[in-house]
Antibody, heavy 118, light 107 residues
């Protein structure tokens, strides 16, 4: 069974940092590209970042470029999102998703809440 | 960036109704479009990918059509478990933008 479990969310002050993790199981993690998607409270989905299976291709939304860094460790079946210089508008539930061959999220984690507030 | 615009923003319907949701891209995206269903407090669920391909395990009452800039998600006979918010997403180019969502509510 495919499982994605996010962790690392919490309350952080503006300007602070947080590292999210996504532990994958039930599939061969190293052959799939992965993405992070977020959802602010009561709002719609916002695509955040993408990383290819070998980490050779990485993309970010303009809203997080220069502040967030996506990475993965295929040996540990894990995906990460390092978030720096956090702002109030980064407050959201962050989901990791496995991308199918068409780059659509076919499996999603349950999400982890990040709250940026003083 | 490609902008995705869904209509309507919300729709009220009854069980058994046929429901159609539209998604328009700001530029051509061929068939690089997916539809997701999201229920409150839950992660999104992939319904349709490549504009018209049904994801494994998704009921056949869901169907997708379109190419280029105009796309449609149709629920042929609305069931109680279909009341949710639906999002389109393009994967033609990064950033992989989502539409703003369409909430399907009980009439």
């Amino acid at each position: 069974e495919v499982q994605l479990v996010e962790s690392g969310g919490g309350l952080v002050q503006p300007g602070g940092s947080l590292r999210l993790s996504c532990a994958a199981s039930g599939f061969t993690f190293s052959i799939y590209s992965m993405s992070w998607v977020r959802q602010a409270p009561g709002k719609g989905l916002e695509w955040v970042s993408y990383i290819s299976s070998s980490s050779s291709a990485i993309y970010y939304a303009d809203s997080v470029k220069g502040r967030f860094t996506i990475s993965r460790d295929n040996a540990k079946n894990s995906l990460y999102l390092q978030m720096n210089s956090l702002r109030a508008e980064d407050t959201a539930v962050y989901y990791c998703a496995r991308d199918n061959n068409w780059n659509y999220g076919d499996y999603w984690g349950q999400g982890t809440l990040v709250t940026v507030s003083s | 960036d490609i902008q995705m615009t869904q209509s309507p923003s919300s729709v009220s319907a009854s069980v058994g109704d046929r429901v159609t949701i539209t998604c328009r891209a700001s530029q051509g995206i061929s068939s690089w479009l997916a539809w997701y269903q999201q229920k409150p407090g839950k992660a999104p669920k992939l319904l349709i990918y490549a504009a018209s391909s049904l994801q494994s395990g998704v009921p056949s009452r869901f169907s997708g059509s379109g190419s280029g800039t105009d796309f449609t998600l149709t629920i042929s006979s609305l069931q109680p478990e279909d009341f949710a918010t639906y999002y389109c997403q393009q994967a033609n180019s990064f950033p992989h933008t989502f539409g703003q969502g369409t909430k399907v509510e009980i009439k």
